[in-house]
């Protein structure tokens, strides 16, 4: 089978698309950090449809943990297959715009002289919560967080992003270079000024001047970015072949819907986004916490809840009209009166969601959502669940979510089997289960009293202390599935 390449790939393809620009004209604009495939189901796919008349805002991408990715594009010259799903079929496409998969562990020093380098305006990077090394409950940086100790120790071999970020910063200003704009695309609670306040913070604490310098020249635009991406599977592999007739190591699965709403503040210059489908606008947070609360909030939800009740895809929990009620619920009386966003239909928003989830194509494991609860809980249901408590209102669909995540995490589910718990905290909360036992109080007086996730608030409310507690024992009596349906009833 012939190798998807600069080389092979057809000029006027049959049944999918390529690149409508000559590659060998781009040059690079945009430094990612954290090239995986949310980035390259995402901004990339943007970035790839203004090159044929922005040729000079080409993206090199950066692996900060595993070459896995480098290892697959380079022999594809950095090109990759998107194949968009849903029950109509697959269209696939082929995407040019990341030009080069450098791995930061080996070849860091090119990596920093590129960012400092005065081509590059922007920096853009998705290097999920945990990436972001701070307390997810306050949204500042973590100083004891062993990447930071380390590269405090080390500034010029980095290995997180703040890290990195901060390192071809001050090469740049030593240089007398412009600062790149840094450009977040995470799910963090406003993550232009969170993203901002861990920079700084930790320029700060490698030098006063550098930190003054960089929270006085450094622009951090917040986004809100959204697209649902499966983790890509042999089998997907194998249908993108038979669609192109080249094999491609690691193609992307997606879904036809995408979103990205960006703050219009790139002091040092930034491609026509808004030709390409992006929302400029000048205030994104309304956006992202509609996001994070509506569509996140009811994804952990139904992952936590999904997982327990034997689903294996979020598609296979909304089969259950419970499971659909109940996040339906969610949203409608609890998530959606927390936001104020005059003009945008909110119902209509909560019904496309619904009708996302259920995209029988896509086969997005609860499992994979479940992931890093510690770093997603904060933004995703407490936030809400904070808001709903000082106005005196219900939680009990948001505090089942949350009830769910405590049940999940004891790493053993309703048959009595292990579940791979992937958390920052995982061994930390598997020891608090196993103290705890089967004792719905124990397990919440402990998990709660992780106070980078809840806070010092939230564990000595209560109605939440009580709703959750109450919600637990339900989940260890009859079991998730019972649980919804009772609730929703
Ligand atoms: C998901 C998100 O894995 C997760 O935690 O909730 O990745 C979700 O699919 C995206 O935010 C959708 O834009």
Same mark, same amino acid.
């Given at each position: 089978m012939t190798r998807l390449s600069a080389k092979t790939i057809p000029g006027s393809p049959t049944g999918f698309a390529v690149p409508d620009y000559d590659r060998s004209t781009v040059t690079p604009g945009i430094v990612h950090l954290g090239i995986g495939a949310f980035h390259r189901a995402h901004m990339a796919v943007y970035v790839d449809s203004l090159l044929a008349t922005n040729p000079n805002w080409g993206i090199v991408g950066a692996s900060l943990r595993r070459p896995d990715t480098k290892e697959a594009l380079e022999p594809q010259d950095g090109l990759y297959t998107v194949a968009v799903r849903d029950a109509s079929g697959t269209k696939a496409r082929v995407i040019g715009s990341v030009l080069k998969v450098l791995d930061a562990n080996t070849q860091r020093s090119e990596l920093l002289d590129l960012m400092a380098s005065p081509a590059i305006r922007i920096v853009s990077l998705t290097v999920t919560e945990k990436g972001y090394c701070y307390a997810p409950a306050t949204g500042e940086l973590d100083p004891n967080h062993p990447d930071i100790v380390h590269d405090l120790a080390n500034p010029d071999s980095p290995r997180s992003a703040p890290g990195m970020i901060v390192a071809a910063l001050a090469q740049r200003r030593a240089a007398d270079v412009r600062p790149f704009t840094v450009m977040s695309c995470d799910n963090l609670p406003s993550n232009g000024p969170t993203t901002r306040r861990i920079v700084v913070r930790f320029a700060e604490l490698r030098d006063p001047a550098l930190g003054a310098w960089v929270a006085e020249h450094v622009a951090f635009p917040g986004t809100m970015i959204d697209r649902i991406v499966p983790s890509t599977t042999d089998a997907d592999r194998a249908m993108v072949t038979s669609l192109t007739g080249l094999e491609d190591a690691w193609p992307i699965m997606t879904e036809p819907f995408t979103q990205w709403v960006i703050e219009d503040h790139f002091p040092a210059?930034?491609?026509?986004?808004?030709?390409v489908g992006a929302q400029v606008v000048k205030d994104v947070e309304p956006f992202e916490r509609m996001k994070l609360r509506m569509l996140n909030g009811s994804h952990s939800t139904l992952a936590y809840l999904g997982y327990l009740a034997g689903h294996q895809y979020v598609s296979d929990a909304m089969g259950d009209p419970a499971f659909v009620k109940l996040i339906h619920n969610l949203m409608t009386e609890e998530a959606i009166p927390t936001l104020d966003m005059p003009g945008v239909d909110l119902a209509g928003y909560r019904d496309q969601l619904l009708e996302r989830f259920r995209n029988p194509a896509l086969q997005h494991r609860t499992w994979q959502i479940a992931m890093d609860g510690t770093q997603k809980l904060p933004q995703r249901l407490l936030g809400?669940?904070? +808001?709903?408590l000082k106005a005196d209102q219900p939680i009990t669909h948001l505090a089942l979510g949350v009830a769910a995540w405590m049940r999940y995490v004891m790493g053993i589910d309703e048959n009595g089997d292990t579940i791979d718990v992937? +958390?920052?905290?995982?061994?930390r909360m598997m020891a608090i289960a196993a103290g705890a036992g089967d004792d719905p109080e124990a397990l919440f007086d402990g998990l709660s009293a992780l106070t980078e996730v809840f806070g010092t608030d939230l564990p000595e409310n209560e109605v939440f202390r009580g709703t959750v507690i109450e919600h637990l024992e339900s989940l260890?009596?009859?079991?998730?599935a019972e649980t919804v349906a009772e609730l929703v009833g």
């Open positions: 210059g930034r491609p026509p986004f808004e030709t809400t669940i904070r +808001d709903r992937k +958390d920052p905290l995982a061994m260890f009596e009859i079991g998730s």
